[in-house]
C-alpha cells in the first residue's frame, strides 16, 4: 500500500505560478502510474495529468495542456505539478492519485489540496 499527501496549494491571481507537491509514502514508486486530479465546488472529479514512474511523456487534460507541467522524483518520492498562468477556473481542490502500472483503477488518493485563483 501507499499513502499519498499533497502540499503547495494556495491563493494566487491570475496568470500567476503555483506548484503542487505529493509525498508517497512507500518503499518504492517503481511499477506505479501517478496522476493528478481536481474537483471544483458542485463538479464531478476531472482528470489533469498522469504519467509512469518510470519514464515517458505526462498526459494533460486539453485545459491544462501547455500551461501545466508533471513530475516524478522517484528518488524522493514525490510528484510535482507545476501550475503557470492559471485561471480562475482552475479553482478547485487537487488531489494526487496512484495505481499500479498497466491498470485502470486510482487505487490511492490523497487528501487534497485547495488551489483557489482570484483577484
Known amino acids: 500500500q501507499v499513502q499519498l499527501v499533497e502540499s503547495g496549494g494556495g491563493l494566487v491571481q491570475p496568470g500567476e505560478s503555483l506548484r503542487l507537491s505529493c509525498a508517497a509514502s512507500?518503499?518504492?514508486?517503481?511499477?506505479?502510474?501517478m496522476g493528478w486530479f481536481r474537483q471544483a465546488p458542485g463538479q464531478e472529479r476531472e482528470f489533469v495529468a498522469a504519467?509512469?514512474?518510470?519514464?515517458?511523456?505526462?498526459a494533460y487534460a486539453e485545459s491544462v495542456e501547455g500551461r501545466f507541467t508533471m513530475s516524478i522524483d522517484n528518488a524522493k518520492k514525490s510528484v510535482f505539478l507545476q501550475m503557470n498562468a492559471l485561471k480562475s477556473e482552475d479553482t478547485a481542490v487537487y488531489f494526487c492519485?496512484?495505481?499500479?502500472?498497466?491498470?485502470?483503477?486510482?487505487?490511492?488518493w490523497g487528501q487534497g489540496t485547495q488551489v483557489t485563483v482570484s483577484s
Open positions: 512507500t518503499r518504492s514508486l517503481t511499477y506505479y502510474t
Open positions: 504519467r509512469s514512474t518510470r519514464g515517458g511523456p505526462a
Open positions: 492519485a496512484a495505481k499500479p502500472a498497466g491498470s485502470t483503477d486510482w487505487s490511492t
